[in-house]
């Protein structure tokens, strides 16, 4: 009798470890599987993405302009882009007759209606609002921490940015190279949840590790989109920057452009290279850059 009991313990122990270690292994496969979700990959070609989240990190509302076609590829196949902007871009007109705030309230329009051309809804675009051409006097931090806000909150699965250089800081006019610093800068930050750490303590912005790069106004671009079937939304777009592009700048008169603008636009955005076909061109870099 006191046998037969041995036995059954012996019996129900092992019935309890191995219960322990199933649930400990489906725990830590579940784990694996979380991690490997966060750093899944793109498809390498756009097209195959679907209900993937992407950010544009600039500085002036037009500055997005030069990747409008992949964007509104990417928004064709359910996918959602968000842009930032990270000055208001208040100095930018030869127009004496312009100021600052009323420059500022133009771009804005003109950037909002630029963008739903190609289907950017208005509550996707971020003006930041510093003074345009002075990024480089914010105190660098201050800026980091913005764009870390950025992408904690909206977690993009991939970023498009100025591109900073790979060897060589590559230069850029002032503002667009203070954008891509602090672009790539923030980013990094966001995968660490010690930097900024209010952001995880007071608003629940778990880190966030970006994997894919998209750097535009590239020396070294290695990736192109075609933008062929889209590049007639891209000029349309294109067209709403009046402010900026051509008679509108030196004297700015209202919202339509200028035709003869127009009509430069028109060649320039849809002009076909030597195959038929029009790209935007990116440095893409498919990995982690928070090390
Ligand atoms: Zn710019």
Sequence with gaps: MKVKYSVIGVLVAILLALGFLVQATSQQTRMVQDRSRAREANPEDINEWRGK???????????????????????????????????????????????????AAIRKQEDIAANGVIGIPPENIFFVGYDDGMLE????KELVEKV?????KYRPDA???FDSGVDWVQWHKTDHRMAAKVALD???????????????????????????FFF??????????????????????????TSQWGKGNAEYTGPDMDPGDV?????????????????ENFRRV????SF
């Design 263 to 279: 009509e430069r636009q028109r060649q320039r955005r849809l002009r076909k290279g030597p195959d038929g076909k029009i790209y």
């Design 286 to 289: 498919r990995e982690s850059m």
């Design 53 to 103: 989240t992407v950010m544009f990190i600039g500085a002036h509302p037009d500055d997005e302009v030069s990747c409008a076609g992949t964007f509104a590829k990417l928004i064709k196949n359910g996918n959602t882009v968000y842009i930032v902007h990270l000055t208001s871009g208040n100095k930018g007109s030869r127009d004496l007759e312009m100021t600052s705030e009323r420059l």
């Design 216 to 241: 535009k106004s590239s020396k070294e671009p290695n990736f192109k989109v075609d933008i062929t079937d889209v590049a007639e939304l891209k000029f349309q777009a294109a067209i709403k920057h």
């Design 186 to 212: 923030g980013t990094r930050a966001a995968a660490y949840h010690l930097y900024f750490p209010h952001h995880r303590i007071y608003e629940g912005l778990q880190p966030f590790t970006v994997v894919d």
């Design 148 to 152: 870390c806000w950025f992408i904690r």
């Design 137 to 140: 006097y914010v105190p660098e």
């Design 159 to 161: 970023l498009f940015l």
